[in-house]
């Protein structure tokens, strides 16, 4: 298994408990007194759970096992994935912190890291999709 | 890989970029003018092309190519329902992802459930045979 993969797993597996930790939160509100910005966590819960967590992994398992490109360059271009890996996890974590924060307390430099937040993560999605579309051939 | 393993998973790499370029919009949108009506638009669109156009999709296509094939190998089984289940798939994703953004009240969504629904039958068609105890 290269370290990218292992990378992108071993993130993936924090990512579900932190969501579902979020999640217990979540239904917590009705029952406990919880600080307020937990109202704001919904989005963060549905995009930890489905871009940390399933996304992730996929992209971990799919850079891993997918065909190789050549024998010597088997995966693509590693510092890609390397790019996907970094802007995915960079972007998601901004987002997670800043969108709660911008819910409660807008301010323009909320509002710039979210919009910086949104691009990091589309261009995670992009670069790993151009990355692996050359893996994906028939026989 | 099979040819429409191919398809289902270039087509679900598709729907990711289509899926993110969305959510990244409708962010921006949230973040600089606080304003969500155009942001709902999208919404629907985006949930259906990341959740049944990427993942629903990408899995099959992985599952077509790796479950157990049948003749020493040779053969995936009744392949037809496979294929089935792309087109079905995809016009379902396509009908119940932009309806909304067409304008349709719930006809062009509902069909486009409905064929989304008929693709997963006809995948479990295909793979029901191929779900089976081999030597490894």
């Known amino acids: 298994m290269p370290p990218l993969t292992r990378w992108f797993i071993k993130s993936a597996l924090v990512y579900l408990t932190v969501s579902l930790l979020v999640g217990v939160a979540l239904t917590a509100r009705g029952a406990v007194r919880l600080p307020t910005v937990v109202d704001a966590l919904m989005p963060v819960y549905l995009h930890l759970f489905m871009i940390g967590w399933v996304t992730q992994m996929i992209f971990g398992v799919a850079y891993w096992m997918f065909p190789r490109v050549s024998k010597e360059n088997p995966r693509g271009w590693e510092g890609l994935a390397l790019v996907t890996y970094v802007t995915l996890n960079v972007g998601l974590i901004a987002r997670a912190v800043v969108e709660p924060i911008l819910a409660l307390r807008p301010a323009p430099v909320w509002a710039v890291t979210l919009v910086l937040s949104a691009v990091l993560q589309w261009i995670g999605a992009l670069v790993f999709a151009a990355n692996t579309w050359r893996r994906v051939r028939a026989r | ?136």
């Open chain 2, 1 to 136: 890989m099979p040819r429409l393993s191919c398809c289902f998973i270039r087509a679900s790499l598709a729907y990711l970029v289509a899926g993110f370029t969305l959510g990244a919009l409708m962010l921006t949108l949230k973040a600089v003018v606080r304003y969500e009506g155009v942001g709902l638009l999208m919404m629907t669109p985006h949930v259906e092309f990341l959740l049944i156009g990427w993942t629903v999709q990408l899995t099959m296509g992985v599952a077509f190519w790796i479950l157990p094939r049948f003749e020493g190998g040779t053969s995936r089984g009744a392949v037809g329902y496979a294929w089935l289940a792309f087109v079905l798939l995809n016009a379902g994703v396509i009908l119940a992802g932009l309806g909304p953004v067409l304008g349709d009240a719930g006809f062009i969504r509902r069909s486009g459930r409905a064929a989304e629904a008929g693709a997963a039958f006809a995948f479990g068609l295909h793979a029901w045979r191929r779900i089976r105890r081999t030597s490894f």
